[in-house]
C-alpha cells in the first residue's frame, strides 16, 4: 500500500504568521525523500492554507505524484487544467466545515460531474472522487468517468467505540472490493493515522492511503522525515 501526504497543515502553520515558514513546497520533498509516493494538497475557495503559488510551485518541485484536491467549481477547474496535476480529487466543500466532512453527494450532482469530468480525461489527468464507502456512490462515480474513488475513511476514524468501528471498517473492505470489480482504482483517507491505519493493510484492493493531519502533527515532535518513515513503515 502507498502512502500519499497531504502537507496542508505545513501552509496552516506557516500561514498563522504570514511569513515564509515552513514552506510545503519544502515538506513535499522531504516527504518523498522519505518514501512518500505521492503529495496531496487542497486548494480551497478561502485559500485558508494551500493558496495558489503554493500549488504552482508544488507543481514545478513534485516528482512523484501530484493529487489537487479541489470542489467540482468553475474557478478550480480552470486552475488545475492550467497546473497539470496527474489527479485530481474532487471533495464536498462548505466554507464553515474544519476539514472535509463528508463524500461527495454524486446523486445531487450527476449530469454536472459528467460534464466537469471531460476536460480532465482529455488532459490526460486522473479523476478521483471522495466518496462515501457505499455501493450506489460506487456505481455512479463509474458511471460518469472517474478513474479511482477514494472511500471516505471519516466514520471509522471516530468511532471510539470498537463494535462500530469493525463494522465500519467492513463496510470499507467491502466497498473496496466493489469499486475494484467494476474497473474503479481504490483509494482511502481521512482520520487515518498510526494507531488506526493497521487494519488497512488487509484490504488488498486499497492501493493508497491519503494521510495529513496526523503525520503533521506527529512531525511537530519526530520531524517530518521520520513520520513519513513511521507511516511507510506500517502500511509496508
Ligand atoms: N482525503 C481527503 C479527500 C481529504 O479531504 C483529506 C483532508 O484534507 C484527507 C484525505 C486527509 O485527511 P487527514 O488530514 O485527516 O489525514
Do not use: W
Not at 487542497?42 to 500549488?55: G, S, Y
Not at 488545475?80 to 445531487?108: Q, S
Not at 466518496?131 to 478513474?147: F, M, N, T, Y
Amino acid at each position: 500500500m502507498r502512502l500519499a501526504v497531504n502537507i496542508d497543515h505545513v501552509a496552516t502553520l506557516r500561514n498563522a504568521r504570514g511569513e515564509g515558514i515552513p514552506d510545503p513546497v519544502e515538506a513535499a520533498l522531504l516527504a518523498e525523500r522519505n518514501g512518500a509516493a505521492g503529495i496531496v494538497c487542497h486548494l480551497r475557495e478561502d485559500r485558508r492554507h494551500i493558496m495558489d503559488k503554493d500549488l504552482r510551485n508544488l507543481r514545478a518541485s513534485v516528482r512523484t505524484k501530484l493529487d489537487l484536491e479541489m470542489a467540482m467549481t468553475s474557478e478550480m477547474q480552470a486552475i488545475a487544467l492550467d497546473t497539470k496535476p496527474e489527479l485530481v480529487t474532487l471533495v464536498p466543500e462548505k466554507r464553515e466545515e474544519l476539514t472535509t466532512e463528508g463524500g461527495f453527494n454524486i446523486t445531487a450532482h450527476y449530469d454536472t460531474l459528467v460534464e466537469f469530468i471531460k476536460p480532465f480525461r482529455e488532459s490526460g489527468i486522473e479523476v478521483s472522487l471522495f466518496i462515501e464507502p457505499e455501493k450506489k456512490a460506487i456505481d455512479l462515480s463509474h458511471q460518469a468517468g472517474a478513474d479511482l474513488v477514494e472511500l471516505h475513511t471519516g466514520k471509522y476514524a471516530l468511532q471510539y467505540d470498537k463494535e462500530n468501528a469493525e463494522r465500519e471498517f467492513r463496510r470499507i473492505r467491502e466497498a473496496a472490493a466493489y469499486a475494484k470489480n467494476l474497473g474503479l482504482k481504490v483509494v482511502a483517507g481521512h482520520g487515518l493515522g498510526y494507531g488506526n491505519i493497521a487494519p488497512f493493510t488487509q484490504i488488498a484492493e486499497i492501493e493508497e492511503v491519503s494521510i495529513g493531519h496526523a503525520i503533521i502533527a506527529r512531525a511537530v515532535f519526530i520531524g517530518l522525515g521520520e513520520a513519513v518513515r513511521e507511516m511507510t513503515a506500517i502500511i509496508g
